[in-house]
T-cell receptor, first 115, second 114 residues
Framework: GAVVSQHPSWVICKSGTSVKIECRSLDFQATTMFWYRQFPKQSLMLMATSNEGSKATYEQGVEKDKFLINHASLTLSTLTVTSAHPEDSSFYIC???????????FGPGTRLTVT | GESVGLHLPTLSVQEGDNSIINCAYS??????FIWYKQESGKGPQFIID?????DKRQGQRVTVLLNKTVKHLSLQIAATQPGDSAVYFCAENIFPNAGNMLTFGGGTRLMVKP
């Protein structure tokens, strides 16, 4: 079955530093990947749609200069949280859409803790 | 469903009983719906989906019912097991759309008592 990986699975960083999270589709190609954020006991909130070879589309209220997205290949999208603050601590989940079937597959998530 | 997620309702059932988890969606143009299971610290796991041209779909131990008139979706789990304990989310989208975006509902926590 289709597999999406995320790296790292968890990260702790100091306030003011930047953190990069990778999302990879392991056995399929994805022109579109999605980045979600999930706070404790809450649902998944779409942050942005990542498109291979073009700029990401951000949801209302999500700062594009703070959450940098790069979708440089058909199997990799990265989310960089710049100048992280404690309120950015959350569970970040990506999904990748198989360009042939249009099915969407989720990664295992990355737990970010900013101290 | 709106992704407001400010409150996570809990459904507690006895092992072996049937579970019914409900979801209300808001977009009458949505024509594709998915149920996901999320265990603690993990990403969502696909359970079952249904298109708007159907009102019922069955899988292994799971059934999804769709009532477009009242914009309501339900997930029925037969003979609930301890391994079914998780948070369940419904998601909707308009298929196919330009981005294939999913909108998630608020989620329901299912607790199975042995």
């Amino acid at each position: 079955g289709a597999v999406v990986s995320q790296h790292p699975s968890w990260v702790i960083c100091k306030s003011g530093t930047s953190v990069k999270i990778e999302c990879r589709s392991l056995d399929f190609q994805a022109t579109t990947m999605f980045w979600y954020r999930q706070f404790p006991k809450q649902s998944l909130m779409l942050m942005a749609t990542s498109n291979e070879g073009s700029k990401a589309t951000y949801e209302q209220g999500v700062e594009k200069d703070k959450f940098l997205i790069n979708h440089a290949s058909l199997t990799l999208s990265t989310l960089t949280v710049t100048s992280a603050h404690p309120e950015d601590s959350s569970f970040y989940i990506c999904s990748a859409m198989d360009m042939s079937s249009h099915e969407q597959y989720f990664g295992p998530g990355t737990r970010l803790t900013v101290t | 469903g709106e992704s407001v997620g400010l409150h996570l309702p809990t459904l507690s059932v006895q092992e072996g009983d049937n579970s019914i988890i409900n979801c209300a969606y808001s977009n009458s143009a949505s024509d594709y719906f998915i149920w996901y299971k999320q265990e603690s610290g993990k990403g969502p796991q696909f359970i079952i989906d249904i298109r708007s041209n159907m009102d019922k779909r069955q899988g292994q131990r799971v059934t999804v019912l769709l009532n477009k008139t009242v914009k309501h979706l339900s997930l029925q789990i037969a003979a609930t097991q301890p391994g079914d304990s998780a948070v369940y989310f419904c998601a909707e989208n308009i298929f196919p759309n330009a981005g294939n975006m999913l909108t998630f509902g608020g989620g329901t926590r299912l607790m199975v008592k042995p």
